[in-house]
């Protein structure tokens, strides 16, 4: 299986900070990569699709990019509303894997 | 407006039964790939398997962990999801989610997860 480490494990920034979050893969998954937003008691809200394609209604203050086996996360101006818990997920086999999660918090 | 709904879950003791199920709403169910993932309490996600649709071949693939234990199928005359898991154990304790696989595009819609409490 498709092993994903995200990086850092939890990160603590302020409202207008610019947040970057990394997730590697143990081998390479093409562009086959989407990242979750999960609140607490909440299900996973998908942010991006395909590496870098930004799912609708989502704010543009997300970006993701990456290929291969190295991707990013980048939240340009941190808001209130995106403190939160971040997976990454791989779907480029037939076993899908997520990251371990990056939470991020208020410092 | 697309809505999931899981329901069947509790608590069960160890190498016990449970079928949960997924009520799809708001688009064309017959068409979906769909997929199971879970949540263990306090942990991150972990995906447990999928069945595509009829069109696609039907068929599943699941994760190392529940391979040969769960099974996954689907009532498109229903429009219902269904996850079977059978000799439970105390590490399958998670919130389980119906989700709506897009293949190529991530799991765009997620229902509110049902909890399955494994313990004797």
């Known amino acids: 299986d498709i092993q994903m480490t995200q990086s850092p494990s939890t990160l603590s920034a302020s409202v207008g900070d610019r947040v970057t979050i990394t997730c590697r893969a143990s081998?390479?998954?093409?562009?086959?990569l989407a990242w979750y937003q999960q609140k607490p008691g909440k299900a996973p809200n998908l942010l991006i699709y395909?590496?870098?394609s930004l799912e609708s209604g989502v704010p543009s203050r997300f970006s993701g990019s990456g290929s291969g086996t190295e991707f990013t996360l980048t939240i340009s101006s941190l808001q209130p509303d995106d403190f939160a818990t971040y997976y990454c997920q791989q779907y480029n086999s037939y076993s899908i894997t997520f990251g371990g999660g990056t939470k991020v918090e208020i410092k | 407006e697309v809505q999931l709904v899981e329901s069947g879950g509790g608590l069960v003791k160890p190498g016990g039964s449970l079928r949960l199920s997924c009520a799809a709403s708001g688009f064309t169910f017959t068409n979906a790939w769909m997929s199971w993932a879970r949540q263990a309490p306090g942990k991150g996600l972990e995906w447990v398997g999928r069945i595509k649709s009829k069109t696609a071949g039907g068929t599943t693939d699941y994760a190392a962990p529940v391979k040969g234990r769960f099974t996954i199928s689907r009532d498109d005359s229903k429009n219902t999801l269904y996850l079977q898991m059978n000799s439970l154990k105390t590490e399958d304790t998670a919130l389980y989610y119906c989700?709506?696989?897009?293949?190529?595009?991530?799991?765009?819609?997620w229902g509110q997860g049902t909890l399955v409490t494994v313990s004797s």
């Open positions: 989700t709506r696989d897009e293949a190529m595009f991530g799991f765009d819609y």
């Open positions: 081998q390479s998954i093409s562009s086959w």
């Open positions: 395909k590496a870098s």
